[in-house]
DNA sequence: ATGGGCACCTGGCTGC
DNA sequence: TGCAGCCAGGTGCCCA
């Protein structure tokens, strides 16, 4: 899935198409995403206005008078704005049409998406209300980060990945960020030294920053509102390079397994 | 509380 | 050419 940019990447291209339409019509072909689609999804939302576009971690958050939803990509998911005209493809779940004549398009192959249609405050819900601060607030800083290292042992990159310490941070830009600053994901949080919770804090923000700057990183299907690649796969230092030379000192970069996912890194520039 | 593993699903690629 | 096996931007949930 998208990461924290490619959502983020995400808002920023659908909002203006969204923020102060109407919606007419809500169209779901197939109800079956990580969660059943809930069968007053469709009349929820028509004839409403759109009044803001947010994000909260992965989820991006469609607030309406009436309530918002709460949607989450998955591993496979994008949303585009297409002219309504346009005829939908296999995997395209669900379809929002505005009065603009344009429709908001879910497309999800493999199905691990979401949508949730919730009535007060969305920040309340269940799937939200246990997420830790975003990377990118001042909430998260290097003190933050390194009280909560204390008395952890798992590996620093799984610490990383957990939303109950930060949001947004993915497979991809965890392997990033710790490479960006030289610990081994490896490393036991608990072991981590002050200075390196700061160096790691930094690294977070700015492998986030600089990944949003350019619409993200697009490894397979990841397109953008436009149906647009992101570019920031170039600019991935150890991310799928195993057995590349090591932008920085042409060692080869090493992959392993942890916690079922591929962890890429240096073992030269990571300690 | 913490940590580890599984489940959900389709499609693309590799190797026989 | 066919097909089995493996792998993929996530994360909630169950178990020890």
Known sequence: MPELPEV??????????????????????????????DRHFEAAIEHQWVRRVER???????????????????MSGSLRVLDAAVPPKLHDHWDIVLDSGK???????????????VEGNPLEHKLLAKLAPEPLSDAF???????????????????IM???VVVGVGNIYASEALFRAGISPRRAARRITRAQ???LTQAI???LAEAIEIGGTTLRDYVNAD????????????????????RVCKSPVKQFVQGQRSTYWCSVCQR
């Open 56 to 74: 909260r971690a992965k989820y991006i958050l469609i607030g309406f008078d009436a309530g918002t939803l709460i949607l989450h990509l998955g």
């Open 227 to 246: 149906g647009l690649p992101g570019y920031f796969r170039q600019k991935l230092f150890v991310y799928e390079r195993d057995g590349q030379a090591c």
């Open 8 to 37: 983020e990447t995400t808002r920023r291209g659908i909002a203006p198409a969204l923020i102060g339409r109407r919606v007419v019509h809500a169209i779901v072909r197939e109800r079956r995403l990580r969660w059943p689609i």
């Open 141 to 159: 800083d290097a003190d933050y980060l390194y009280r909560a290292t204390r008395k952890r042992a798992v590996a620093i990159k799984l610490f």
């Open 162 to 164: 957990n939303s109950q």
């Open 103 to 117: 429709v908001l398009r879910f497309h999800d192959p493999r199905r691990f998406g979401s949508a949730h249609w």
């Open 197 to 199: 919770g700061q160096a």
């Open 205 to 207: 923000k700015d492998v």
